[in-house]
């Protein structure tokens, strides 16, 4: 936003700045990798070809245990969901430490998954400094999890580059954080 707005946004002349729209050069694509899996991976390992996918979000920042957590993705599994997202709050809280909740969340899905014969994909946050997503993204992807999460407003281009770089699972790229550059009535 800084390169394509500059300081706009801090110009007390202005009430409210909103960009429209955004056009970048083949040269600016080439120069980073884009997803890695598309929308085809995406239904190959979620299990759905054709349907629309369905998702949900489970809120372990409102104080779930990973106990907890993973016995709500039990009910949503069961109910059908398809794809499952972190809390973009949650990353490795005290009370849902990341690597308990990724354990226990797993040790559900593997069992829904040899129980119905589909895998539900479920989107782990690892949102942090560099070395700590590869490690989670690594810990993920030991436990046989498809996907994980990272806040792109939070990391940014660079470590969601790097990030990309080092995954071999799905990532969902969360955009939270955007409503403040859009949400204001007179930004309409």
Not at 50 to 71: D, F, H, N, Q, Y
Not at 77 to 102: M, N, T, V, W, Y
């Amino acid at each position: 936003m800084a390169t394509v707005a500059g300081n706009l946004f801090e110009l007390k002349q202005f009430s409210g700045v909103k960009l429209l729209d955004l056009q970048l050069p083949d040269a600016f694509r080439r120069a980073y990798d884009g997803p890695q899996f598309g929308i085809s991976g995406t239904r190959a390992l979620s299990g759905v070809a054709t349907l629309p996918l369905i998702g949900t979000i489970i809120k372990p920042s409102v104080g779930l245990t990973p106990e907890e957590t993973a016995s709500m993705v039990a009910e949503l599994a069961d109910g059908g969901i398809d794809f499952i997202k972190d809390d973009e709050l949650q990353c490795d809280g005290p009370h849902c430490p990341f690597s308990d909740r990724a354990a226990a969340v797993m040790r559900v899905i593997d069992r829904h998954a040899q129980r119905t014969g589909k895998k539900v994909m479920y989107a782990f946050n690892v949102t942090g400094e560099l070395d700590e997503m590869r490690r989670r993204h690594d810990l993920v992807q030991k436990l046989g999890g498809t996907c994980i999460m990272v806040s792109v407003n939070g990391v940014g281009l660079a470590g969601v580059a790097g990030l990309r770089r080092h995954s071999r699972l799905v990532i969902h790229g969360h955009r939270n954080g955007w409503g403040m550059f859009d949400r204001s009535p007179i930004l309409v």
